[in-house]
Antibody
């Protein structure tokens, strides 16, 4: 089955760190760009970061630049998001998504990150 | 930043009716860079339409996309019960590279 499964979310205090993982199956992970997209409770979708197929090209949204790091391990079919210096406004469901033709053609079920003391 | 503005915010319709959702961009887009997603309550988004008018795999033909430049439309020809959801448009280009509209909720009247 073609799918993405995220894990690693949870409750973390402001200033804390968390590492999200996304395991891909059913397709050739190493051939695809991958993204993280987040959704604050009751709000819309916001793109966070993307990484190209070999990890050699990475971009971030300005509001996470310098705090979040995206990476991938193609041998393990896994995408990561290291999140440091977390703020209350980072509270959201974080989705990993496969890059399609300038869009996101496959989504995971999401993992909830709550930043609160 | 390219801003996408979706209208209306909420669309109240009955099953069987036609839904027309609008997405307007703050500057002209290549049609290749416009997509639509459906998000049902408690679920992840799902790609419906890409390159403005192509249906994604497994998407019923009651969903269609059209438009060019700054004005794009998602049409659902006859609403089924499972179509009541939130719909987002998305574009690629500029900084940040990917942006979404704020969403249109299609609710049962």
């Amino acid at each position: 089955e073609v799918q993405l499964v995220e894990s690693g979310g949870g409750l973390v205090p402001p200033g804390g760190s968390l590492r999200l993982s996304c395991v891909a199956s059913g397709f050739t992970f190493s051939s695809n760009w991958m993204h993280w997209v987040r959704q604050a409770p009751g709000k819309g979708l916001v793109w966070v970061s993307r990484i190209n197929n070999d990890g050699g090209s990475i971009t971030y949204a300005d509001y996470v630049k310098g705090r979040f790091t995206i990476s991938r391990d193609n041998a393990k079919n896994t995408l990561y998001l290291q999140m440091n210096s977390l703020r209350a406004e980072d509270t959201a469901v974080y989705y990993c998504a496969r890059g399609g033709h300038y869009n996101f053609d496959l989504w995971g079920q999401g993992t909830l990150v709550t930043v609160s003391s | 930043e390219i801003v996408l503005t979706q209208s209306p915010g909420t669309l109240s319709l009955s099953p069987g009716e036609r839904a027309t959702l609008s997405c307007r961009a703050s500057q002209s887009l290549s049609s290749s860079y416009l997509a639509w997603y459906q998000q049902r309550p408690g679920q992840a988004p799902r790609l419906l339409i890409y390159v403005a008018s192509s249906r994604a795999t497994g998407i019923p033909d009651r969903f269609s996309g059209s438009g060019s430049g700054t004005d794009f439309t998602l049409t659902i020809s006859r609403l089924e019960p499972e179509d009541f959801a939130v719909y987002y448009c998305q574009q690629y280009g500029g900084s940040p590279e990917w942006t979404f509209g704020q969403g249109t909720k299609v609710e049962i009247k």
